[in-house]
């Protein structure tokens, strides 16, 4: 297998992925309205009784529309990546995911393409997200919308390949609801998303000590800074690696010596 | 030198935990043979066309396609294997062309002769018109023909099909089996066909007899006569389960 076969294998599931993402309008409108509804609402309900103080990547206090913008970002990414996970799940009861594996292009190379084609949906979402945010003045220098395509990347390629990963171990589409319980609010809620780390330290040790060790909260720190155009090098190495290793657990629940998905009858 | 076979199994095992499905089995195809899996539900015939396709890894024993290990030269072995599983496997929210056009970038097959074949294929099974159709819409004969034709589309050298014919009527159910008998015919593919239904054998067929994760026959269709000592395919295969139940 040549180069050129990977390159239109890529292409291949990047469209179908996009073909199915455009024929399902109602996940679009559904992926941006739970951030929406957190900044129109739940933030203008907060505003004055969260302050946010100044800290980086910020030189001035920012209303707190404008500190949970990257927390919803990543929201985004997150349920996309579950998404993923989800639509994973759903191939593999439908017997979709057979074509896919039967390929004879590495496992690896497969799962990482179909990753990539959740991160660009992901992508697009959020910057429909940020382009009804600017209506509502959260506004970010242009070189951010810039340097924030790549932390998106990385970002959802880490949250995409957690989502991987957990479609590896579920066995039914029924136990996916133990996925948002168990996983989604959790690693949300527990993160940097809507209050910064230091108002976090002020009310629980315990729950600042969770925060600064999930990776989602780094995941929202790196999209952070990189609106404002500045790269967090701290975030940037976690992230990378929480993505090799969440990618690494995916490949080898996928792999048919090793993983768990050959312990899963009829799959 | 004798030729490599078409698919060569040897001595595989697996179970899905502690519950076996397939004990030490070993069989080879001869390259250009239509041969008919045969067994009841449950005997182990999806477990070993999951096996040959990779899906699953077996705990012993090894699978070659072509004389190339499904596991250690997996892109080799799958690129000449073509397979129609069970279970639909198409997506039902595409088209039918969107189907067979991401089938083919899969094997990494380029626009122009991905066009080409599916229009080839599709014309040869007579479902060219329906090419534009979202899956969802057709019958089930119809899908299944939309899954044979995909399955050619990288032209395979050995071809699987499970259990392809249930819940379709007699008149799909004829049509896909002489188009498949006719393939195996006319362009030499090699076909493993897996079926519980007897009547599908034909006299000229192999045959393996798969019960409860082993394989209590093999053979020219004669063959397994003779050494049952009964009259038809049907007597022999019933006696065989009696013998090994």
Not at chain 1, 128 to 138: H, K, T
Not at chain 1, 141 to 156: D, K, N, Q, R, T
Not at chain 1, 171 to 192: C, H, R, Y
Not at chain 1, 223 to 232: D, E, K, M, S, T
Request: net charge positive.
């Amino acid at each position: 297998m040549s180069l050129i076969h990977y390159l239109r294998c890529f292409e291949g599931i990047i469209q179908r992925e996009v073909l199915r993402f455009l024929q399902q309008q109602g996940r679009f409108f559904a992926a941006l309205v739970r951030p929406l509804v957190w900044l129109f609402i739940f933030a203008a309900g907060f505003r004055s009784i969260l302050g946010v103080s100044i800290v980086p990547p910020y030189e001035t206090y920012v209303q707190y529309e404008v500190y949970i913008t990257p927390g919803l970002l990543g929201m985004i990414q997150l349920f996309n990546g579950m998404q993923t996970s989800l639509s994973m799940v759903y191939d593999r009861e439908m017997g979709s995911m057979k074509t896919l594996l039967i390929s004879p292009l590495p496992r690896w190379f497969l799962l990482t393409s179909k990753l990539c084609a959740g991160v660009l949906i992901s992508i697009v979402q959020s910057f429909v997200y940020l382009l009804i945010a600017w209506f509502w003045d959260v506004e970010a220098p242009l070189s951010g919308y810039f340097v924030l395509i790549p932390a998106l990347s990385l970002s959802g390629l880490m949250l995409g390949s957690l989502g991987l990963f957990i479609s590896s171990v579920i066995k039914q589409l029924e136990n996916f609801a133990g996925v948002m319980n168990f996983v989604i609010f959790p690693m949300f809620f527990t993160s940097s998303a809507l209050y910064p780390l230091w108002r976090i330290k002020e009310s629980s040790i315990l729950l600042y000590n969770i925060a600064t060790y999930n990776p989602f909260t780094h995941a929202v720190e790196l999209i952070r800074f990189a609106l404002y155009g500045q790269i967090n090098y701290f975030s940037l190495t976690y992230v990378s690696i929480a993505c090799a290793v969440f990618l690494s657990l995916a490949i080898w629940g996928y792999d048919p010596t090793r993983g768990t998905l050959a312990r899963l009858k009829g799959n | 030198m004798s030729e490599v076979p078409a698919l060569h199994v040897d001595e595989i095992s697996f179970s899905y935990g502690k519950q076996p499905a397939l004990k030490d089995l070993s069989f080879h195809l001869e390259r250009g043979n239509f041969t008919v899996l045969l067994g009841q539900n449950s005997a182990g015939k999806t477990t070993l066309i999951s096996l040959i396709t990779r899906l699953y890894s077996p705990h012993a024993g090894s699978i070659r396609i072509y004389g190339y290990d499904v596991r250690f030269q997996s892109a080799e072995a799958l690129k000449r294997l073509g397979v129609v599983f069970q279970q639909r496997t198409l997506d039902m929210d595409l088209t039918v062309n969107q189907n067979l056009m991401y089938f083919t970038s899969l094997h990494g097959m380029g626009p122009d002769q991905a066009k080409q074949r599916i229009a080839q294929e599709l014309e040869r099974l007579g479902i060219a018109e329906r090419r534009s159709e979202k899956v969802r819409k057709l019958s089930g004969g119809l899908i299944r023909r939309v899954e044979i034709v995909r399955a050619l589309l990288h032209r395979p050298q050995l071809m699987m099909l499970d259990e392809p014919t249930v819940g379709l009527d007699l008149a799909s159910r004829q049509t896909i089996i002489e188009h498949v008998r006719k393939l195996c015919k006319e362009e030499g593919l090699t076909l493993l066909w897996a079926t519980h239904m007897i009547d599908e054998v034909a006299p000229s067929d192999q045959v393996l007899i798969l019960h409860n994760g082993k394989l209590i026959a093999s053979g020219t269709v004669q063959e397994v006569i003779d050494r049952t000592g009964t009259e038809n395919i049907r007597k022999a295969y019933e006696k065989l389960i009696d013998i090994n139940n």
